[in-house]
């Protein structure tokens, strides 16, 4: 009972602000998502990492163990997931991606704070900085043919994580006005984010429901499976090894339905996953949370 109450305790903040998102949409109020994102994903969210890197107190080696445990559960998760593309015969651009990359910034985030605390915001930013490098790289070039290292460059999220790590090794911090600006600034990308999510949820359309409900659950299964493999290899401590599970086992995101739309892919299945998935996280991740904790 204690457990389940914790577990509540966790996910129910994220997933009302989330309905939030979703009734106010019903209701007919005006919601321009595509400002919101781009406030969330070029300032609060660059902000809100810098700060969780800069301020947190875990090792550096430590990290440098998560980032290659994540990399080795995306590169498990990609190539289990390819096969089974390729097992069902659907199109590798459609369904590759989305199938890879989760929602890592919109619930993996504040569901890593609200379970671990800061320590475990400082981890679920690292495993969120690695898949954003791989969806801005291999992720794009599997939904368009082409690479985007020139995008990768540009995203305001990469730079924050890389001065971030550096002011965490050299144990630099900046003016405590300029840290309490940066991290109010910060503090608006949770909320933004998860609203946003259910702002997006309420406005795509859902086809092919029979297949995306099978892609979704499979989804958890290798995504759970890869990151216990990883964190078990690298011999991650139980916070990070949970937050990677956590991360790495989030729902589509709804990025990977837009970069369907600008690539040309087809981009209907997409939203159906991302629908589906997301409803299947109301309940896969709380029973995956009250496994890791």
């Known amino acids: 009972m204690n457990i389940a109450l914790t577990v509540l305790n966790i996910t129910a903040p994220v997933f009302l602000l989330a309905a939030v998102g979703f009734v106010w949409v019903r209701l007919g109020f005006e919601y321009r998502v595509a400002f919101v994102t781009r406030m969330a ?37 990609m190539a289990a997931c390819f096969a089974l593309v390729k097992i069902m015969r659907l199109d590798v651009p459609t369904y590759l991606a989305p199938m890879v ?46 690479g985007s290292l020139k995008r990768l460059v540009q995203e305001p999220l990469v730079a924050a994580t890389l001065l971030g790590a550096l002011f ?7 003016p405590e006005f300029l ?13 933004l ?50 937050v990677l599970i956590v991360q790495v086992a989030t729902p589509v995101a709804v990025t990977s339905y837009l970069l369907a739309e600008k690539y040309g892919t087809d981009a209907q299945p997409v939203a159906g996953l991302v629908v589906i998935s997301t409803l299947l996280s109301v309940v896969a991740l709380p029973l995956i949370l009250a496994f890791v904790i």
């Not at 919109?106 to 400082?122: D, K, Q």
């Not at 965490?168 to 900046?174: K, N, S």
Request: glycine fraction near 10%.
């Open 41 to 77: 994903m070029t300032l609060a969210v660059p902000c809100l990492i810098f700060v969780a890197l800069m301020r947190t107190e875990i090792a550096p080696e430590a990290l440098a163990a998560l980032s290659l445990a994540s990399f080795v559960a995306y590169a498990l998760v």
């Open 193 to 242: 984010m998860l609203i946003t999510l259910g702002v997006a949820v309420a406005r795509l359309e859902v086809k092919a429901i029979g297949r995306a409900v099978f892609l979704s659950v499979i989804k958890v299964v290798i995504c759970v499976g890869a990151a216990w493999v990883a964190a078990t290899y690298f011999a991650l401590d139980p916070v990070a090894a949970a």
């Open 101 to 146: 990359f989760g929602n890592t910034g919109n619930l993996g985030l504040p569901l890593a704070l609200f379970a671990f605390g800061e320590v475990g915001l400082g981890y679920a930013v690292v495993v969120f900085a690695v898949m954003a490098i791989l969806s801005f790289t291999i992720g794009i070039w599997i939904v368009s043919g082409g």
């Open 168 to 174: 965490l090794w050299q144990g630099w911090e900046t």
């Open 179 to 191: 840290t309490n600006a940066l991290d109010l600034i910060g503090q608006m990308a949770i909320p």
